[in-house]
């Protein structure tokens, strides 16, 4: 179906006929990367690695729950700790 503009770069096609293009590549690569500048990097110094270290190997939950769960108790190990098993 031709609309006037030309085809994308395909950068691979798969046997089952999927394929990525450049064009939609580069747009999705530049949402992602506005969504990390929204984020404040606040959040990012708040969450301590060996508090979701000690809450990944205590409860035996997955990282990224336990990191949900600093985030949400504003990187105070203790409340996250509460929260979870609470849950």
Sequence with gaps: MN?????AEVLATFN????YSKTKLEE????????????SSKDAAVVKREDVDLIVNE????????EKALLESGGELEKALRALVAS
């Design 3 to 7: 609309n006037g503009r030309g085809e």
């Design 16 to 19: 089952d006929g999927y394929q």
């Design 59 to 66: 409860l035996g939950i997955l990282r990224s729950h336990a």
């Design 28 to 39: 999705s690569l530049r949402q992602v990367m506005a969504l990390k500048l929204t984020k």
